[in-house]
């Protein structure tokens, strides 16, 4: 889990919006306060005798600051439809089947069995998961053509549900922004896409890989950047993983983790900056918020593709995973607080930092509540 922020650069474009309607709601009340109680016979008396020259830059100056307002006012993000990649009946695989096929292999030995089944069990995985069906193969299937063909059920079966969903053609797709963290094979996911869909030759296509299991979040800040900048325009985002390739065959424990968490699936989400879908919408994107901690190394060692003492590549989770998401997280909410919390919660957030920092370490921070 590696998600990212740049302390959101957006926070400063945000509040250099605001300023800039208040200012020009103010100019706007100024110029056109003269005028509230003109009658029609008063402005032709300005034109007639009055200096036209005034009222030429007075005019001006108004179409100017309307122009200047709609040009920077922020460009709104809906999240038009979306839809999830449901695998075909005979994929479900229940844990017991699991284990049975993980046997099968030769592969793992009694402690690793052993070691699976217990994570497993406690992992929250249900009896009702899906996997693809080249690990239901005898013998399990890794190649890249197996693989692929995982890909390709997944993110087409996701698209075509989303667009027939949104009664879209693929042809109004100008941004496309495709992540997998793992397989990231040649052409790439976002040249399958291109291809099988017929995209139209002047797409916007992305390709995100290595990012971990942030990447689907990433990929929806990267939509909606390019959708903030392209007015009347629809973006697709595809997110997805590939359990054949991440397979793994060996017995190193950090790596056997992977075996037990993952299933097969995928989602494909439809984000839409025309103002006339407000109303077809299912959400507005109001913020998004990216933490990286790359720079940390027990973050960045967290999550690693490697070969273990037998040479047979895996991705390898640390035991600090969890708290390095913690942390992560907890850079995440404090970001993210300031933006969603009302006045009253953040005033008394201030008063207590302010009461341990100038009066006693006793006080306790407060904790606000994100519930209201």
């Known amino acids: 889990m590696n998600p990212e922020n740049e302390h959101d650069p957006q926070n400063n474009f945000k509040f250099k919006l605001k300023a800039l309607n208040l200012l020009f709601l103010a100019f706007l009340a100024i110029i056109l306060d003269p005028f509230c109680t003109f009658s029609i016979h008063d402005l032709v008396q300005i034109i007639r005798h009055e200096n036209l020259k005034t009222i030429t830059i007075s005019s001006f100056s108004l179409i100017f600051l309307v122009t200047l307002y709609f040009r920077n006012r922020r460009i709104k993000v809906y999240l038009l439809n979306f839809a999830c990649y449901k695998p075909k009946p005979d994929q479900i695989c229940s844990k017991e089947r699991i284990m049975k096929i993980f046997a099968g292999t030769g592969k793992f030995t009694e402690e690793s069995l052993a070691f699976q089944k217990k994570i497993m069990e406690k992992s929250g995985v249900g009896d009702k998961t899906c996997v693809p069906r080249a690990m239901m193969a005898v013998p399990v299937e890794k190649g890249i053509a197996a693989a692929k063909k995982e890909t390709e059920e997944v993110i087409f079966g996701a698209i075509e549900e989303v667009l027939e969903k949104s009664g879209m053609k693929s042809k109004d797709i100008r941004i496309l922004v495709v992540n997998s963290s793992v397989f990231n094979p040649v052409p790439s996911w976002s040249a399958m896409i291109v291809n099988r869909f017929k995209l139209r030759h002047d797409v916007l296509s992305y390709n995100l890989g290595g990012m971990g299991c942030s990447a689907g979040v990433i990929a929806i800040d990267v939509a909606k950047q390019l959708l903030q900048v392209h007015p009347r325009t629809y973006a697709l985002v595809v997110s997805a993983e590939n359990v054949t390739k991440d397979s793994y065959l060996g017995n190193n424990r950090a790596m056997l983790l992977s075996n037990t968490l993952f299933r097969v699936g995928g989602a494909a989400i439809l984000l839409s900056n025309h103002p006339s879908d407000h ?94």
């Open 279 to 372: 109303y077809r919408s299912k959400y507005e994107l109001v913020h998004t918020l990216r933490t990286h901690e790359g720079a940390n190394d027990a973050s960045y060692k967290c999550v690693h593709e490697e070969e273990d003492e037998q040479g047979t590549i895996g991705i390898a989770l640390s035991k600090n995973l969890m708290a390095v998401a913690g942390e992560a997280l907890k850079a995440n909410i404090s970001t993210l607080a300031p933006l969603v919390l009302p006045w009253s919660e953040l005033l008394l957030v201030v008063t207590s930092l302010v009461a341990r920092k100038f009066f006693t370490k006793k006080v306790i921070v407060f904790s606000p509540n994100f519930y209201i």
